[in-house]
């Protein structure tokens, strides 16, 4: 095959890929990331360039009224479903840790798929990674940090009205004497770097590539990963 028809066979992939998970049609999506693998798309572009944008569509119109949360629920299930393909070469494991991140989107908020993503590029950049899934209270991110006696931690928000509960883990952290041991990520949609500076985190990260990048940095390590 021509190389430009290889790059419009990749693009119509990635087109029916981000269809399915706009459309909530799991099985479809999982079959479309099992293809893009086989084609050689490197996992990063397609989580870029056809998960993510089908999840803002989908945001999108039910910004507008157009979709409901049942719409949403299907995308993000589909969305998962592709992701949990990708996953073995998004999280490949390195040979060395560079430390345990311990990782949760805050009280109050269900939206998971971010911080599946953030915890799948820091275990492929060389962390050990803790999950503690959603809906986690400021006591739960505290204890897991002491338990794991993590390096990192890092915790997601979807929504404005959960926001504050960065706040009150970064409290509770401060409480129970531990705050100086871990460093504090913060990063979701409504969440900024001028959040992150005014509740005392240590940082924020935009993507998950890039709050991979940052907890390296923050271990003193490469920006590539096993550097
Ligand atoms: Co909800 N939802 N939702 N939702 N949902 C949003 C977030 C919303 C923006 C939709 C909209 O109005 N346009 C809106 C929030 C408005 C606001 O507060 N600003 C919203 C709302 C209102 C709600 C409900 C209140 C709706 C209702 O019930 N009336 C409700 C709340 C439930 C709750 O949590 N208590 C709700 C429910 C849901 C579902 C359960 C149906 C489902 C979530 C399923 C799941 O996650 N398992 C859902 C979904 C799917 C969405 C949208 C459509 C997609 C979110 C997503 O997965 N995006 C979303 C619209 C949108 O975001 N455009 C929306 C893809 C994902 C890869 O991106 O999570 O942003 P994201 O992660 C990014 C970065 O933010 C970053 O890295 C990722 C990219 O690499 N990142 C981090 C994330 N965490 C990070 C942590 C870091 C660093 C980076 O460091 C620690």
């Known amino acids: 095959m021509q190389k430009n028809e290889a790059g419009q066979a990749d693009q119509n992939l990635l087109q029916s890929l981000g269809a399915a998970v706009e459309a909530g049609r799991a099985p479809k999506a999982e079959e479309g990331a099992r293809e893009a693998l086989a084609l050689g798309l490197a996992p990063e572009d397609v989580v870029s360039c056809a998960l993510i944008p ?6 999108e119109r039910f910004r507008l009224g ?3 949360v049942p719409e949403m629920m299907m995308s993000a299930r589909a ?3 592709a992701l949990n393909v990708l996953r073995p070469l998004l999280a490949a494991r390195k040979a060395r840790s560079l430390g345990t991140a311990v990782i949760g989107t805050v009280q109050g908020d269900q939206h998971d798929i971010g911080k599946n993503l953030v915890a799948m590029m820091l275990e492929g950049s060389d962390f050990d990674v803790v999950d503690l899934g959603s809906g986690v209270s400021p006591q739960r991110f505290v204890q897991a940090v002491a338990e794991a006696k993590a390096s990192v931690l890092c915790l997601s928000a979807l929504l404005t009205t959960t926001m504050p509960q960065m706040r009150a883990t970064l409290q509770t952290l401060e409480e129970a004497g531990l705050r100086q041991n871990v460093k504090v990520m913060i990063g979701g949609a409504p969440v900024t770097q001028d959040y992150a500076d005014r509740i005392g985190a240590d940082g924020y990260a935009p993507d998950a590539a890039s709050a991979a990048l940052l907890a390296r940095e923050w271990m003193g390590a490469a ?3 096993g550097g």
């Open 223 to 225: 920006a590539d990963s």
């Open 54 to 59: 089908a999840m803002g569509r989908v945001g």
């Open 66 to 68: 157009e979709a409901f």
């Open 79 to 81: 969305m998962q479903a």
